[in-house]
Nanobody, 125 residues
Framework: VQLQASGGGLVQAGASLRLSCAAS????????MGWFRQAPGKEREFVAA????????YYADSVKGRFTISKDNAKNTVSLQMNSLEPEDTAVYYC???????????????????WGQGTKVTVSS
């Protein structure tokens, strides 16, 4: 599966952005999907994930209540709606896909098999 993330940009604190990740090469209906981010000088960190059925979602504590992950199997895309953005959300955001990742590994970047290129999000104070 090939992944293409888009939707990043420069916004002020408190604003919203919607990131999209378009998949090609196969349908994502059989994939668990995730979003990670990496700030300069920091390790890639888990943001959100959604199970392949779309029925279960998981979030990092730092984004819970502000970010929403969703999956549209018909459009072969996964989105990340980001509200109430904070300067600490500034990072390059990556989407990831994996067929068989287990629940206990969802938050580990090294457990995901497929990655898209990143899209940069900058939140100014």
């Amino acid at each position: 599966v090939q992944l293409q993330a888009s939707g990043g940009g420069l916004v002020q604190a408190g604003a919203s952005l919607r990131l999209s990740c378009a998949a090609s090469g196969t349908t994502i209906s059989s994939y668990n999907m995730g979003w990670f981010r990496q700030a300069p000088g920091k390790e890639r960190e888990f943001v959100a994930a959604i199970r392949r059925s779309g029925g279960y979602t998981y979030y990092a504590d730092s984004v819970k209540g502000r970010f929403t992950i969703s999956k549209d199997n018909a459009k072969n895309t996964v989105s990340l709606q980001m509200n109430s953005l904070e300067p600490e959300d500034t990072a390059v955001y990556y989407c990831a896909a994996d067929r068989g990742i287990i629940l206990s590994s969802l938050r580990r970047a090294d457990a995901w098999d497929n990655w898209g290129q990143g899209t940069k999000v900058t939140v100014s104070s």
